[in-house]
Each structure stands twice: as C-alpha cells, then as structure tokens.
C-alpha cells in the first residue's frame, strides 16, 4: 500500500521561508513521476513541481528562483525549500507521485496523471 505523508507546512511572514517534507512508503522515488501541487481557496489545483522519470525537475513560472526541490532518493523523501514567499503562495500543498496511464516520461501538470497523492499540509503566509 503507498502512502505520501507531507510535512513542513506552517504560518510564516512574507519574505520567510518554510521547507515541506513528503515521505513515501510502499513506493519507490527513483525512477517514476513525482510532483508538488497546491490549492488555494477559492482556487483549482495547480502544479508547482514536477519531476519527470529521469529526475528533471519542471517549476512553475510563479515559483521559479524561489523553491527548490531536494530528492532523497534513499530515504524515499521529496523536499520543497520554499524561499521568499508571499501572501499569493498561500495554500494548501500536496505531494504527488506515480506516473499513471497518461504520465507517458512524466513532469506533467496534469494532476490526473499522478497515481497517488498525499493528504496536504497547509502554508500560511501573511504580509
């Protein structure tokens, strides 16, 4: 059984930075689709990471120079370092992972291409 478990998530002003933590078992990273997503209220879903099966990292253009993506690919752990953030960045974050049928190499946006996804844990920040 795969599990996703973020963490990290908090209240934070704006220019601070918060790193998310999400732990998988029962899947292996390496090798297969992983993804940060985030919703805001009020908002749809929208991708913020996506990693495709050779480990490229695709950043949304709202979060580019500012978030950075650690893969621990022995420990199972994908890591956001979310650096300047602002009010706009406000939501709640998932993880996500597991390429599905329409994943093709992956690094999608298309949340329907990811297979398993975590429970979300929440960013606040305040100006």
């Known amino acids: 059984q795969v599990e996703l478990v973020e963490s990290g998530g908090g209240s934070v002003q704006a220019g601070g930075s918060l790193r998310l933590s999400c732990v998988a078992s029962?899947?292996?990273?390496?090798?297969?689709?992983m993804g940060w997503f985030r919703q805001a209220p009020g908002k749809e879903r929208e991708g913020v990471v996506a990693?495709?099966?050779?480990?490229?990292?695709r950043f949304a253009d709202s979060v580019k120079d500012r978030f950075v993506v650690f893969k621990d690919y022995a420990k199972n752990i994908l890591s956001l370092q979310m650096n300047s953030l602002k009010p706009e960045d406000t939501a709640i974050y998932y993880c996500?992972?597991?390429?599905?049928?329409?994943?093709?190499?992956?690094?999608?946006?298309?949340?329907?291409?990811?297979?398993?996804w975590g429970q979300g844990t929440q960013v606040t920040v305040s100006s």
């Open positions: 996500a992972a597991g390429c599905g049928s329409t994943a093709g190499y992956g690094g999608s946006w298309d949340e329907g291409s990811y297979k398993y």
């Open positions: 029962g899947y292996i990273f390496s090798g297969n689709c």
């Open positions: 990693i495709d099966r050779g480990g490229s990292v």
